[in-house]
């Protein structure tokens, strides 16, 4: 069971499960049995009539077969709620909820989709100002309490002011708090006092050109970039093919890595990676959801993840 919510709350759902599964017998019939005839008199035991086909030569004690008990103190457990835009082609949702602790739910909705590879061009509109607003507006209906913009090319593409813009954008939308992945990625990089980083991306060049630049604005130096030029299908990209492009991107000198894009698979590897390299290694969607979280006052999943760690530092 999860020790990592906090305190002066309702029950997780595991905790719940335990909860009903202690008060509760389970019944393999309906729940409410058929009335008994005159003819079928039967015992009533807690309220609930056993059937006459528990009466046989077993005993009364085959009418426990068919009770249940409605737990009456067991309420749902409360839940906070995130709300994020993804680009159209997001194929990692799983992901995102495994930074998640179990009160807090996902709101998860698509940018339009756009005809182009994965290009300067795509992330440019998937930066479209109309479409986030649309987006964010249609997350409010469940009330999140922040909202986060999961997307690291198109929250870089346009330099600090793009970025600005964007997360402006989303409040103007109506959300109570706001997140990008890019800005997200400079806090966490001020959290974790790393100033010279080594840089892993999926992109082509001019892409991750794009993300060296939107580093330098915030005084972050690129020591080394490895970008492995893919136009599409990025969430295939395997575990082993991640790792050894971060083998390959860092330096003495780097005092973290960072692997860009959102659908790019990272959250087994990031710890591993970080024990074998001796420093930091952090991700797109682990920035995005560990922001978003810090924003509604709430810690991400991630055991011996050094940016989750420095969390918990810095709140202490």
């Known amino acids: 069971m999860r020790t990592d919510l906090t305190t002066g709350r309702g029950p997780s759902g595991d905790e719940q499960e335990e909860l009903v ?6 019944a393999p019939t309906a729940l409410a049995p058929p009335a008994p005839t005159a003819d079928t008199a039967a015992p009533v ?6 059937g006459p086909a528990h009466l046989d030569a077993h005993g009364p004690s085959r009418a426990l077969d068919n009770v249940v008990e409605i737990p009456a103190l067991v309420e749902p457990p409360g839940q906070s709620g995130v709300g994020v835009v993804a680009p159209f082609d997001f194929a990692l949702d799983r992901e995102l909820w495994r930074w998640t602790p179990d009160d807090v739910s ?3 909705t698509r940018l339009p989709f756009v005809p182009v590879p994965v290009t300067v061009d795509m992330a440019s509109a998937l930066s479209d100002d109309g479409n986030v607003r649309r987006a964010t507006r249609d997350l409010l209906v469940p009330e999140p309490l922040v909202v986060g913009y999961a997307c690291a090319s198109g929250s870089f593409v ?14 103007e939308a109506g959300a109570p708090a706001a997140v990008t992945t890019s800005g997200a990625l400079v806090r966490a990089l001020e959290a974790l006092q790393a100033r010279r980083v080594a840089v892993v991306t999926p992109y082509v060049d001019s892409v991750t050109e794009r993300l060296l630049a939107f580093l330098s604005e915030h005084g972050v130096d690129t020591v080394s970039s490895v970008g492995l030029g893919l136009l599409n299908h990025i ?12 083998r390959d991107a860092d330096r003495p000198d780097a005092q973290a890595v960072f692997i860009s894009c959102t659908n790019v698979l990272t959250y087994d590897i990031i710890a591993p990676l970080e024990r074998a390299l001796g420093k930091p290694v952090i991700a797109a969607n682990q920035v ?10 709430r810690r991400a999943i991630g055991a011996g993840q050094r940016l989750v760690d420095a969390t918990d530092r810095t709140a202490a």
């Open 158 to 171: 346009h330099g600090a002011a793009g970025e600005r813009r964007l997360h402006a954008g989303i409040l």
């Open 235 to 246: 969430w295939k990209v395997t575990y082993s093919e991640v790792a050894q492009a971060v």
């Open 21 to 26: 599964m202690e008060q509760w017998v389970e």
């Open 45 to 50: 035991v807690n309220g609930w009539a056993a």
């Open 106 to 108: 996902l709101y998860i």
């Open 288 to 297: 995005t959801m560990w922001s978003a979280l810090a924003a509604i006052g």
